[in-house]
């Protein structure tokens, strides 16, 4: 083979490889600017693109997904002139390719540069217990004042955020001490609130208890006297039928003077040491100790003699028979 056909095959072969290696393809969430002789020509989308050789370049590839910037802390000057370290998160999307290349050089310093200075000016406005407490407000006011500069260069800021707020070592210190205070304080109310609660319930309880225990007893004594009463009034309905029953059975003098010595009999054994026991009684028991001195006469005499007393008492009988 000629020499000449071999260099001419070779050499279209390498223009084959080279004219394959200008191919490209664009992937998902990606972007290429392109410029044709050193200026821009347009901004490749997903799919597979062809650059004239010689003519057109890849100028940037773009990725528009959301980024995340952790930014190193800045010192901050609140106030009332404490000095503290802040750091930030910023969190951005480019929207535009074309402006995000051409807009302005080193985008992600011109972020960390405009946060850091936007940061000093809303701390500087505000004391340290409000820096301390306005996360919100900082994030949102920094989230604006970011997007409207990084507009111009196809960014997008999406959220900022305070990561760390770190206070000088003599700011923490004494923060930790207040802290501590009001958490003893704090401590004390709870205590004391409890024993004022507990206190409060045990008197409640011991007033109910009370309240129960009087009950009871009220109740106690009605009960007891509502017994009381209950057997008063059948003692005496057994008496009123026990008087009924003698008076229907004829009762003769003689039973009651039965009953007088019954219930002298029942005084006598009590504890008392005077009785006054009634005239017409101390007759009665004056018959009552004749009669009983008579029948102890009788019963000391000889046997004749009470044989003949027998017969005229005997006789005397038969006598008060005849003469009735």
Do not use: C
Not at 50 to 66: A, G, H, Q, T
Not at 130 to 144: G, P
Not at 187 to 206: F, H, M, P, V
Not at 259 to 288: N, R
């Amino acid at each position: 083979m000629p020499i000449p056909l071999i260099l001419f095959i070779a050499v279209m072969i390498i223009f084959l490889i080279y004219l394959g290696t200008r191919f490209t393809i664009v992937t998902q969430a990606n972007r290429f600017i392109v410029e044709r002789l050193g200026g821009y020509y347009t901004t490749w989308d997903v799919g597979i693109h062809f650059l004239i050789p010689f003519i057109d370049r890849v100028k940037l590839k773009v990725s528009i997904k959301e980024q995340v910037v952790d930014f190193d802390p800045q010192p901050v000057i609140t106030k009332d002139n404490v000095t503290m370290q802040i750091d930030t998160v910023v969190f951005f999307q480019i929207t535009d390719p074309k402006l995000y290349t051409y807009g302005v050089n080193y985008p992600i310093k011109a972020i960390e540069n405009i946060t850091s200075t936007t940061l000093r000016n809303i701390i500087g406005d505000l004391e340290l217990d409000d820096s301390l407490t306005s996360r919100d407000y900082i994030n949102e006011k920094m989230r604006t004042v970011l997007d409207e500069a990084t507009d111009p260069w196809g960014i997008k800021i999406n959220r900022v955020e305070v990561k760390n707020i770190i206070p000088p070592k003599d700011i923490r210190e004494a923060m930790e001490k207040q802290m501590r205070a009001e958490r003893e304080k704090r401590q004390s109310i709870l205590i004391a609130e409890g024993n004022k609660r507990s206190s409060i319930l045990t008197a409640e309880g011991e007033k109910e208890a009370r309240i129960l225990r009087a009950d009871g007893e009220k109740q106690t004594r009605i009960l007891e006297a509502e017994g009381k009463s209950e057997a008063i009034l059948k003692v005496q309905s057994a008496t009123s039928k026990g008087i009924e029953l003698i008076k229907a059975a004829g009762a003769d003098e003689a039973f009651m003077r039965l009953e007088a010595f019954k219930a002298m009999e029942s005084i006598a054994d009590g504890q008392a040491t005077k009785l006054i026991i009634p005239s017409d009684m101390q007759g009665m028991v004056g018959l009552a100790s004749t009669l009983a001195e008579a029948f102890e006469s009788t019963a000391k005499l000889p046997d004749n003699a009470k044989k003949a007393l027998k017969g005229n008492t005997d006789d005397n009988k038969k006598s008060t028979k005849k003469s009735s």
